[in-house]
């Protein structure tokens, strides 16, 4: 996977975050963040990430690798919580096999009308060296080369959230 253009970065896997006592924001866990400085008049890049595996059937009773409700809304309230006018804050699903039904409605609702902010990746885009060198092959209005953020969210959009 080809990440050039993130070099400037600070990354960390696996974060419990444990908020200050006077807010009210959930104790969780993300699987990473990534902090991407910007210079001034520029807003900072902060990306925050749930990663699953393939997962089990719903079907016999397990959930794991499954997005769900409560991934969404911590991931919701953490990004919520950085100021919008220092910080543009980016939500990453990413999976090792296709999202559900379920996962792509509810990661449609971390975009608003004005600001589209989730990124959903899946093996297809996760295995080449380039994120879409497999994905344009189905979707040809993505930009093939997405080198930040704001590029991957775009392109999340054009092909989850087409209305």
């Known amino acids: 996977m080809n990440l050039s253009s993130f070099r400037n970065g600070v990354y960390s896997p696996s974060l419990n975050l444990i908020p200050k006592e006077s807010t009210d924001l959930p104790k969780c866990e993300v699987d990473f963040v990534w902090v991407i400085p910007e210079p001034y008049p520029e807003k900072t890049v902060v990306v925050i990430g749930e ?3 393939q997962g089990r059937d719903n079907m016999t009773g397990g959930t794991q690798g499954t997005i ?6 911590h991931l919701r ?3 919520d919580a950085l100021p919008r006018k220092r910080f543009s804050t980016y939500i990453v699903l990413a999976k090792l096999c296709p999202f ?6 509810l ?6 009308r004005y600001r589209r902010r989730a990124i959903l990746l899946t093996e297809r885009e996760l295995e080449p060296y380039h994120f879409y060198e497999r994905t344009k092959l189905e979707f040809k209005d993505i930009q093939d080369y997405a080198s930040r953020p704001e590029d991957l969210a ?3 959009a054009m092909m989850y959230f087409k209305e």
């Open 154 to 156: 775009n392109n999340t």
């Open 77 to 79: 309230r953490v990004a």
């Open 107 to 112: 990661a449609k609702t971390l975009n608003d």
């Open 100 to 105: 559900t039904a379920d996962e792509i409605a």
């Open 68 to 73: 769900d409700a409560t991934d969404i809304e």
């Open 51 to 53: 990663c699953k595996d």
